[in-house]
């Protein structure tokens, strides 16, 4: 297998492979297979190759989906964390539970070191409940689950046959995939977490990078069926700023506030989040 996938590989020219079912761990009781002699050696063998094939991958500049945690072999993405079978629940429960994911799986990781996922058509059940199809009849829900990941710093695999249907759709992911471009640096940065998604309050984190102009991005969503107005302690320690913080609603100079950051490295922000909605802040 692992000799084909190679010749594979190096004839082709393919420089990116995603590589589902690695998951070392299962055994093998048998005296007869290649590859091992017997049930003692099954699992350290299975680990040993496949350790060493990612290491020839990472040898020769292929970037690696693996969903199991191989990043000291190689390995440069794996699942951010979540169940498939959540997929199927109602989409208002996708959307916190999806956020509850982003924020455990960025504790241990960077976010462009997890993915995502979004399932535009059914997956694994749930009926037209759980399904984004069509589009445009959803496009609230959509949008949310878009910014879920794009303010998250996070890809995702978006699981259907288009991204947009109409052009009202299309606009939406336009203007989405846009605003990841231009903070692209500062949304893949490490995240701070501020508040775990309950479906009960805001949620929330700020994205840290000291080395940009952009020092800060602050994220914070509305589960709610109302507005909310809420006062917010946001973490900037691992901004680098100090004394002073310049911070911006939608990074509009009109909004630009500056704030005095306390001597525990936190500035105080009163937030409104609409109903149903998101608000990001820029830190500089």
């Known amino acids: 297998y692992f000799k084909n996938i190679t010749e594979f590989i190096s004839r082709t020219g393919f420089d990116v492979l995603e590589h ?11 005296e007869k297979h290649i590859g091992h002699e017997c049930y003692e050696d099954s699992l350290y063998a299975q680990l040993d190759v496949i350790r060493n094939f990612y290491g020839w991958c990472r040898g020769n500049g292929i970037y690696l989906n693996v969903p199991d945690i191989y990043f000291t072999a190689g390995n440069n993405k794996t699942g951010m964390g979540y169940r498939e079978v959540n997929w199927s ?45 069509p589009l445009c009849d959803h496009l609230d829900h ?10 998250s710093g996070v890809q995702a695999a978006y699981r259907g046959f288009r991204i947009y249907d109409t052009d009202d759709t299309r606009i ?3 203007d989405a995939v ?18 775990r998604a309950d479906g009960r309050d805001y949620d929330g984190f700020i994205h840290c990078n000291n080395e940009l102009e952009t020092k800060g991005f602050a994220v914070f969503f509305n589960p709610l069926n109302i507005e909310i107005i809420r006062k917010i ?24 506030e500056k704030y005095e ?24």
């Open 233 to 256: 302690d946001i973490p900037v320690y691992y901004t680098g700023l100090n004394d002073t913080a310049i911070i911006s609603k939608f990074d509009k100079s009109e909004n630009a």
């Open 89 to 133: 629940l109602p989409r208002d429960l996708q959307q916190v539970i999806a956020r509850k994911n982003i924020n455990d799986g960025t504790y241990c990781k960077l976010p462009s070191m997890g993915w995502m996922f979004v399932p535009l058509t059914q997956y694994h059940g749930g009926g037209a409940a759980a399904t984004i199809e």
């Open 20 to 30: 589902d079912g690695s998951y070392p761990g299962d055994t093998c009781a048998s």
């Open 142 to 151: 959509y949008r949310i689950m878009l910014y879920n990941n794009i303010l």
């Open 261 to 284: 950051i306390s001597r525990d490295y936190y500035v105080t922000v009163e937030v409104m989040i609409p109903a149903k909605d998101f608000v990001w802040y820029t830190v500089k």
């Open 178 to 195: 846009a605003l990841y471009k231009k903070y692209r640096d500062i949304l893949e940065s490490p995240a701070v977490h501020i508040r």
């Open 172 to 174: 939406m992911v336009k």
